[in-house]
């Protein structure tokens, strides 16, 4: 953006008001997860996306912090950013503090895990800088061995044509035969290299509502979702970034998972 000095960014918590959280419930949020996706007829949704669109609020939240600063200094040349253009914002939030990049790519924080939003303000000021945070996963490989297609090729390394989140929500047309089976009932998104990773213990709710989960989507089945008209898919979609696959992907994804299901049903 040309003009622009420096970058502030920012993050954003996103678990719903209603996780369970607190010193001895921690971890309880991934074991719901878990617990959901072991059963085939359940439709999992990644968590994320189950209420509000993120790219509306978190944008509209950037740009009343323009206002704040413009109403301190007066006004600014800025843009505001969230996941909407070809931004390298993990990079941007590693090197300004907010967390470190996991072996599963993702921005992670001691304090809230990788269940967080990221966004930014490209602005004319020169401002300081801050420092970035060292790396905490050591060892530990656990987003890498849980990866159902093995999309985590090596330590933060991603193989999208065989992420689910990928599969699921940018690719078009058929899925791949050979990664059908793997994506068992995750419908749009996917939590596991999350799930696994012991930092989002600490995972914080958000206090907005905006990220509660609407028309059910926390708990609905593969055959609910199934029954849904296209114009039903539209009303209940509307101000979701679900909406954006379109009806066509959202039935692919779904005969998908019946398909697992009926699979791991086994024979009649």
Not at 19 to 32: F, H, I, N
Not at 94 to 104: E, I, P
Not at 152 to 170: F, G, K, M, N, Q
Not at 233 to 238: H, I, N, P, W
Request: charged share 20%; glycine share 8%; aromatic share 8%.
């Amino acid at each position: 953006v040309p003009g622009t000095v420096s970058v502030i960014t920012a993050r954003m918590d996103y678990l719903p008001r209603a996780t369970a959280q607190g010193p001895a419930l921690r971890g309880d949020w991934q074991a719901a997860e878990w617990q959901r996706l072991a059963d085939p007829g359940a439709a999992a949704v990644s968590v994320y996306a189950r209420g509000r669109d993120y790219h509306k609020v978190l944008r509209a939240r950037l740009q009343a912090l323009a206002d704040r600063i413009a109403a301190e200094v007066g006004p600014f040349g800025h843009r505001v950013f969230t996941d909407s253009a070809p931004v390298l914002e993990v990079e941007l939030a590693t090197r300004a503090g907010l967390g470190w990049r996991g072996k599963h790519t993702l921005a992670l924080s001691r304090d809230a895990g990788s269940a967080f939003f990221l966004g930014e303000l490209f602005v004319d000021l020169a401002l300081p800088a801050d420092a970035p945070t060292a790396a905490h996963c050591g060892t530990c490989s656990a987003c890498i061995d849980v990866c159902p297609t093995r999309a985590i090729v090596a330590p933060y390394r991603l193989d999208a044509r065989r992420c689910i989140s990928y599969l699921t929500i940018e690719h078009a047309g058929p899925i791949p035969r050979e990664l059908r089976r793997a994506m068992g009932n995750r419908i749009y998104g996917c939590d596991d290299c999350q799930l696994a990773c012991p930092w989002n213990k600490y995972a914080q709710r958000s206090p907005l509502p905006d990220f509660d989960p609407r028309h059910g989507l926390d708990a609905a089945t593969l055959l609910e979702l199934w029954s849904w008209t296209e114009a039903q898919f539209l009303q209940r979609t509307e101000g979701s970034a679900i909406r954006r696959i379109g009806y066509e992907r959202w039935l692919r994804n779904l005969a998908v998972g019946l398909g697992n299901a009926l699979r791991a049903r086994g024979p009649a």
